[in-house]
């Protein structure tokens, strides 16, 4: 208990920057939940454990577009909790008929972390090939360049805001493009 | 992709966001829905006079009725549509007002004369009353589905059981503003009934509908 409002205590805020637009939070608070999502779902998977690493990108990204579905005057942890367990849950579902994943406490999620990144089934680089040209384009220099979005934007002539609205399609696109690969 | 790369790649999607988003959508999806809905009570099967209405006390305890159970589906629905959240105490209120609606009922039908209790249990419009309901809730639940489906629900079941009994309590409110119906052995029966029947319909459907 203590060592899960400690975690509460580590990522709330970060979690409450990143809403703010801190990237640099944004990218701490998916690192460290990364490792969470990766020690959860290996244990909770067992013989299917090829497909940790999967399932801790496609939670990632619903992470990411559904951060604003949290209540910043709520603790965080049954936030991502909830959000872990339902993707573990669609994902195994789609594999099998019947499952049960027993609901727990958040701390389930936060009990013990694994930095090593896993094997994956589906390549993300691979469903971005079939993005448009211009979408594909524009996340290869963020992502391969290190470009930031304006540079890229700059780089290919088009606005830095519809830079971003592409980037955050593309990402959105994508979410979608797992759940389909992997169902 | 390795995991890390992916994170980089999210984290130069960040921008600011308003808080509130949840409340935002689904008051635009009972306002969408709950327009049409009226729109075919009060096109369609017409309303009551509401001015010889307002003279009636009773006229208005099923709009009443119905309106109570609006907010605790609502108040549950908002809860079910985002991640982490618990559901609360609104369902033990929406059982209660359901309890002492039956118990209304059940006054009414005991101190009533027998030979009277039929009639005034089925009114003038009981097979067509649960119908309708059902009917008329369709519009604001495929509503609650669409905005629910963008937000985040992390159990869908439970989430379009929830859809399914807000959706039909708002319908039945509206639909009570034509319902020619004073008896509350009829509303105890009959309304529930309907919403029931939604509030079962919308789970199913919503398991499927609602994952994301």
């Known amino acids: 208990m203590l060592q899960q409002d400690q975690t509460e205590e580590r990522l709330r805020p970060l979690m409450l920057r990143s809403l703010e637009g801190d990237s640099g939070a944004h990218r ?17 998977m067992g013989a ?24 910043r005057s709520l603790p965080f942890t049954p936030w991502a909790y909830a959000l872990a367990r339902y993707k573990l849950i669609d994902h195994l579902r789609r594999r099998s008929r019947s499952i049960q994943v027993p609901l727990e406490d958040a701390g389930a999620l936060f009990a013990a972390d694994d ?22 384009s524009l996340i290869e220099d963020v992502k391969l360049q290190g470009l930031s979005v304006e540079e ?29 690969e992997n169902g | 992709m390795r995991t890390a790369d ?46 010889a209405a307002a003279q009636q006390p009773w006229f208005w305890m099923k709009t009443a009725y119905t309106a109570l159970l609006t ?65 008329l809730a369709l519009p604001i639940y495929a509503c609650l589905v669409m905005a629910i489906r963008g937000l985040a629900p992390t159990r869908p079941a439970l989430a379009g059981t929830a859809a399914g009994f807000a959706a039909s309590a708002l319908a039945a409110t509206l639909y009570s503003l034509h319902c020619p119906e004073q008896a509350a052995a009829f509303v105890a029966t009959w309304y529930t009934l309907g919403i029931a029947a939604a509030t079962v319909l919308g789970g199913i459907a919503g398991r499927r509908l609602l994952s994301w």
């Open chain 1, 28 to 44: 701490q608070l998916l690192e460290i939940l990364g490792r969470y999502l990766r020690g959860y779902f290996a244990r909770r």
């Open chain 1, 48 to 71: 299917a454990a090829a497909e940790v690493e999967d399932l801790v990108q496609e939670t990632l990204l619903a992470v990411h577009l559904k951060r604003d579905t949290y209540d």
């Open chain 1, 115 to 136: 930095p090593e990144e896993g094997a994956l089934r589906t390549d993300l680089d691979r469903l971005l090939q079939r993005l448009p040209h211009r979408q594909r």
């Open chain 1, 152 to 180: 890229a934007a700059h780089k290919r002539g088009v606005t830095a805001v519809s830079a971003r609205v592409m980037l955050h399609r593309s990402l959105k696109w994508l979410n979608q493009a797992i759940r389909d």
């Open chain 2, 6 to 51: 992916l994170i980089e790649l999210l984290a130069h999607d960040v921008r600011a966001t308003a808080p509130g988003v949840a409340n935002r959508r689904l008051l635009a999806a009972l306002a969408a829905g709950g327009l049409v809905t009226f729109a075919v009570v009060a096109l369609w099967l017409r309303c009551q006079p509401l001015l």
């Open chain 2, 71 to 135: 907010v605790a589906g609502v108040a549950s629905v908002r809860r079910l549509a985002v991640p982490g959240a618990k559901v609360g105490a609104a369902p033990v209120a929406a059982a209660l007002i359901v309890l002492a609606m039956f118990a209304l009922g059940a006054g009414q039908i005991l101190s009533t004369a027998p030979a009277g209790r039929l009639a005034l249990w089925l009114g003038q419009s009981w097979k067509i009353c649960s119908p309708l309901i059902l009917l």
